[in-house]
């Protein structure tokens, strides 16, 4: 199994900007396809973001598209979220996960989580 922990969240005001990173442990993290998701208050986590083992392939949710960018670095055991021109509807805890199986974009198909980190977006 592969550990996961996410980092970097925080208060932003809206239009600005946040790169969340997750840290994974062992030497098969290239193995792995990961993904973001969020979670707001009282809502189902939802997909974000998720990239392919090489970093190949990327896909995204419609609300998040040409705002977010997912990236990895193989090297680093480290995947990364970088979200601009965020707003209200942004607020939310994200989550990091590793899945063996591409593409998927539902929880249910993710192996391992992280903690989450939060990200509150004020106006």
């Known amino acids: 199994q592969v550990q996961l922990v996410e980092s970097g969240g925080g208060l932003v005001q809206a239009g600005g900007s946040l790169r969340l990173s997750c840290a994974a442990s062992?030497?098969?993290?290239?193995?792995?396809?990961m993904g973001w998701f969020r979670q707001a208050p009282g809502k189902e986590r939802e997909f974000v973001a998720a990239?392919?083992?090489?970093?190949?392939?990327?896909y995204y949710a419609d609300s998040v598209k040409g705002r977010f960018t997912i990236s990895r670095d193989n090297a680093k055991n480290m995947v990364y979220l970088q979200m601009n021109s965020l707003n209200s509807e942004d607020t939310a805890v994200y989550y990091c996960?590793?899945?063996?199986?591409?593409?998927?974009?539902?929880?249910?198909?993710?192996?391992?989580w992280g903690q989450g980190t939060q990200v509150t977006v004020s106006s």
């Open positions: 990239i392919s083992w090489n970093g190949g392939n990327t």
């Open positions: 996960a590793a899945v063996s199986k591409w593409p998927s974009t539902v929880v249910a198909g993710y192996d391992s």
């Open positions: 062992g030497r098969t993290f290239s193995s792995y396809h």
